[in-house]
């Protein structure tokens, strides 16, 4: 941090999703706000989940634009990222096969890491909400993240 101390490891993770969130607004007509909450110190996040909410929120990019916001919260034994846009939402069961990013590159993905992934309508039926939670750490047996920083 800027008085000397380490920063905390998960702010890794909110920078890392505050950096793609960056990325994405030079390149779409998107604005997001990320809000981060809970047990952040130390935390491990396993990177599934952080790749999914990427996928998510460059999907939220590219066909909903406006605002978008991505809620991450870190407890003792989870971490759970919600991607909610306003565009005019998704009907997972009208995708064309051809499009992978939400079935394979989300839903897929947490599938696979073992975490549920639900995309559901967004507040008041706009839009679309995705949401992603995992067991962090110890309890989902990970060590640690690629994008989890060292503190000692």
């Not at 890392?16 to 994405?24: D, G, I, T, V, W």
């Not at 590219?62 to 991450?72: I, K, Q, S, W």
């Not at 939670?133 to 110890?138: L, Q, V, Y």
């Amino acid at each position: 941090g800027a008085d000397g101390a380490p920063p905390a490891a998960s702010s890794a993770v909110d920078g890392e999703l505050r950096q793609h969130a960056a990325a994405l607004g030079h390149e779409y007509a998107v604005r997001f706000e990320i809000v981060a909450v809970g047990a952040m110190a130390e935390a491990r996040v396993p990177e599934a989940i952080v790749s999914a909410a990427r996928e998510a929120m460059l999907n939220a990019a590219r066909h909903a634009g406006g605002d978008v916001t991505v809620y991450l919260e870190v407890g003792p034994e989870s971490v759970s990222i919600d991607v909610t846009d306003r565009g005019p939402g998704i009907d997972i069961t009208q995708l064309p096969d051809g499009r992978m990013g939400v079935r394979e590159s989300i839903l897929g993905r947490m599938e696979r890491a073992g975490g549920p992934a639900r995309i559901v309508a967004g507040p008041g039926r706009t839009g679309t909400s995705v949401r992603l939670s995992m067991p962090r750490g110890e309890a989902a047996g990970l060590g640690a993240s690629p994008i989890e920083q060292d503190t000692k």
